[in-house]
């Protein structure tokens, strides 16, 4: 490719334009594409989420592409998005030993691993769930269980969770509302204690999810009935979650957690059908809603809770997160920015003051959306467009995470992408970013503002 040709396909990527890169491609004849011409139209093709289409190009240039590095993450990232997780470790393990140092490689071929981990988990529990169910008896639900020990009636759980025992003309209309038909056990439980915070909060996982490595938490369970917000036909039930956050439509909310919204607990009917004895399964909205595994029914979910103290290391966490702050080496986009504001005294003594108030207050190194996780989402914009003048608003929001969100020793370790557009969009609406021909930039008064801020801080 010529370097004219080279600098508008870079613009128009960076301008999120891949139509336009797959559409110029095309036009060149295919006796005539070389090599860089193949390798970049099977990139907009995946960016344009057609992989099997991009699959198709990188395979006219694979034994050109044998020792490229590039070539396997491309390949790798589209056996991904075609939930062909074991061809996508296959090559992204080949991408990650040519270029050791790729950020972008060890992310996805970790997510790889973990989607093939769920994927073999899943086979392996569907051939035991099989032999359970030839050689169960029949049992009354929750037999041998200490409900009495199980329920924290507090006024919270009184007022937002629990309700009557539900009758079964409430429980068939539920039913045939929701479109499913709710386990035996978990009507049992309702008609025993319907709805309530229970004592033990947290389920054991094999994967990580955005909550911890080994466990998901729960804050409440949610019963049969309309009449509570926090019951499964509430104004913040299962249609709720599924309508208006987004869930997939694959059986019913039963549970919500600590994240506010951001996760939920559900019944999962895809393998049962929508009669049939659903699994227990973990929806991570700020995973791209991806479902873990809990609990192969409702009873075995109920009897696997344990208390929080299981996992109760915040005090070893938050010193962890305390020396991180005060010591860790700032990510190499980061220090390069910080040199770039001579005219601001110890700038990065005063990141790691905010940074330090941030673990001191919460325990962890976190951003969320409290006043000193939105100051330091103006420093890191400021620092950037600082450097970085005509940056766009797709620019920004793709090179944030390497910042501080992935910073290495000075970094969170990831991030909820949805916290930084609605931070960015907000500041927009109160005037404070302003946009000129697709360029962001904070104005000048909100500028001086952040950065007096930053020196009271």
């Known amino acids: 490719m010529d370097k004219e040709l080279i600098a508008q396909l870079a613009q128009w990527h960076e301008d999120d334009e891949h139509q336009k890169i797959a559409d110029t491609l095309t036009e060149i004849a295919p006796e005539d594409r070389d090599y860089e011409v193949v390798s970049s139209l099977g990139r907009a093709y995946n960016n344009l989420g057609r992989y099997e289409e991009a699959l198709e190009q990188f395979a006219i240039i694979a034994e050109q592409g044998r020792n490229d590095h590039l070539w396997h993450f491309r390949v790798g990232y589209s056996y991904y998005y075609l939930n062909q997780y074991e061809e996508a470790v296959r090559v992204l393990g080949i991408a990650h030993n040519l270029d ?26 569907w051939a035991m769930r099989e032999q359970h169910n030839n050689s169960r008896t ?54 025993q204690h319907n709805g309530g915070v229970p004592y033990p909060t947290c389920f054991p996982t094999e994967d990580a999810t955005s909550w911890a490595e080994d466990h998901i938490a729960i804050t409440g369970i949610m019963g049969i ?62 995973d791209n809603y991806e479902i873990t595994f809990l609990a192969e029914d409702f009873e075995t979910f109920i009897r696997g809770l344990v208390s929080e103290e299981e996992y109760d290391t915040s005090q070893e966490d938050k010193e962890e997160d305390l020396r991180k702050v005060a010591v860790g080496k700032f990510s190499p986009l980061l220090e390069q920015l910080c040199s770039r504001v001579p005219e601001v005294e110890q700038l990065e003594q005063k990141i790691r003051t905010v940074c330090t108030r941030i673990v001191e207050e919460k325990g962890h190194f976190s951003f969320h959306a409290d006043e000193l996780s939105t100051l330091m989402y103006d420093v890191q914009f400021w620092l950037y467009t600082n450097s970085y003048p005509n940056t766009s608003r797709q620019q920004y929001l793709d090179v944030y995470e390497k910042m501080i969100a992935f ?30 021909n697709g360029v962001i930039r904070f104005t000048d008064q909100a500028r001086s503002e952040v950065i007096a801020r930053l020196d009271e801080s």
């Open 100 to 125: 050791p140092d790729d950020e972008n490689t060890a992310r996805l071929l970790n997510y790889s691993q973990r989607k093939l981990r769920k994927v073999q988990h899943a086979a392996a529990r």
């Open 138 to 191: 029949a049992a009354a639900p929750f037999e041998g269980m200490a409900l009495s020990d199980f329920w924290d009636d507090s006024d919270y759980a009184l007022r937002e969770y629990v309700s009557a025992p539900p009758t079964d003309e409430l429980i068939a209309s539920l039913e045939e509302e929701l479109g499913y038909k709710l386990p035996a056990s978990y009507i049992s439980l309702m008609k």
């Open 225 to 286: 009935g309309r009449d509570k917000s926090y019951s499964i036909g509430g104004d913040l039930g299962s249609s709720f979650m599924i309508e208006e956050w987004g869930y997939p439509d694959i059986g019913v909310v039963i549970c919500d957690c600590p994240s506010a919204g951001h996760d939920v607990v559900m019944l999962d009917y895809r393998n049962c059908g929508r009669d049939g004895e659903p699994e227990v399964v973990h929806v991570d909205q700020e």
């Open 407 to 436: 910073g290495g020793e000075f970094g969170q370790g990831g991030y909820a992408p949805g916290w930084i557009s609605d931070w960015l969009d907000g500041r927009i609406r109160e005037g404070l970013i302003v946009q000129k």
